[in-house]
């Protein structure tokens, strides 16, 4: 499975933007994925995941409420809906794919995607 993030950009505080995470390959629609961020100087960190089928996400508490996970497997695409933007969600966004909602909450997710800015100015 190969992924691509992309999607990012500069935006205000408070404003909206929306991920997409593309994959090739046949086997997409049956891995979990998820989107990680690292901000400069900072470990990369979990933001939310989503289940094969869909049916299960899971979200950092920092973006509760704010962003919401979903795909559309005939597409091979994720997204990540990022709404209500703080300037503290300025960071590299990337997506992973594997086999378990729980490996793709973590870094130990099999397959990773380039990573895309995102800037949030205040």
């Known amino acids: 499975v190969q992924l691509q993030a992309y999607g990012g950009g500069l935006v205000q505080a408070g404003g909206s933007l929306r991920l997409s995470c593309a994959a090739s390959?046949?086997?997409?629609?049956?891995?979990?994925v998820g989107w990680f961020r690292q901000a400069p100087g900072k470990e990369r960190e979990f933001v939310a995941a989503?289940?094969?089928?869909?049916?299960?996400?899971r979200y950092a508490d920092s973006v509760k409420g704010r962003f919401t996970i979903s795909r559309d497997n005939a597409k091979n695409t994720v997204y990540l809906q990022m709404n209500r933007l703080k300037p503290e969600d300025t960071a590299v966004y990337y997506c992973?794919?594997?086999?378990?909602?729980?490996?793709?909450?973590?870094?130990?997710?099999?397959?990773w995607g380039q990573g895309t800015q995102v800037t949030v100015s205040s």
């Open positions: 992973a794919a594997g086999s378990t909602i729980e490996v793709v909450t973590t870094l130990n997710a099999k397959y």
């Open positions: 390959g046949r086997a997409f629609s049956v891995h979990d």
């Open positions: 989503i289940s094969w089928s869909g049916g299960t996400t």
